[in-house]
Structures are given as C-alpha cells and as structure tokens.
C-alpha cells in the first residue's frame, strides 16, 4: 500500500480556483492509477500511471483537471471556476489492481457564493 497526504484545501469564493496535492510515500507510485473523490463516495476523476489517461465526473468535467508528478510522488488536482456545490472534504486515492486501496484523510474545501 501507499500512504497517501493531502493538502491545499481552503476556503474560496464562487468563481475561483484552488490547487489540492496529494502526496505519497513508498516508491511504486508510479505504478497507481490515481483518483480524487469528494466525501468519500462521489467520484471526481483519476489519472493513469503514466498520465497520459485522465477521466472525471460529468459535474466537474471542463473545470477540474489532474496531473501528476511521478518524480515528487505526488498528484494534483486543479479546481477552477468553484461553486458552492463543489463545497466538500476532497480525498486522494491509488487503485492497485481494480480496487481503491488506499485513501488520505481528506482536505476540506469550502466555496462560498
């Protein structure tokens, strides 16, 4: 398993932007495909291993992106154009094999109107 940190939350207006990082530790990072979820159950998107796939919810699709690092073991997602709805504790997660296996602690993001 991969131990997964995030960060960057915050509070933010309607119509701005914000940047979360997920760090990870152990050195198969490289080989996870990556994942952001929103209170735990709603999917927001995930990246491959190599980056080069990326995939999102319908709800955030135009306005989330994520990248990742794999020299710095870390993935990120970048929130644009943020509406109250998009209010929630956000978490990082690796996908070993089909499954998410492995989850942060979350970061609170808070959009105000």
């Known amino acids: 398993q991969v131990r997964l940190v995030e960060s960057g939350g915050g509070l933010v207006q309607a119509g701005g932007s914000l940047r979360l990082s997920c760090a990870a530790s152990g050195r198969t990072f490289s080989r996870y495909t990556m994942g952001w979820f929103r209170q735990l159950r709603e999917f927001v998107g995930a990246i491959s291993w190599s980056g080069d796939t990326t995939n999102y919810a319908d709800s955030v699709k135009g306005r989330f992106t994520i990248s990742r690092d794999n020299a710095k073991n870390t993935v990120y997602l970048h929130m644009n154009s943020l509406k109250p709805e998009d209010t929630a504790v956000y978490y990082c997660?690796?996908?070993?094999?089909?499954?998410?296996?492995?989850w942060g602690h979350g970061t609170q993001v808070t959009v105000s109107s």
């Open positions: 997660a690796a996908n070993f094999e089909g499954s998410w296996t492995s």
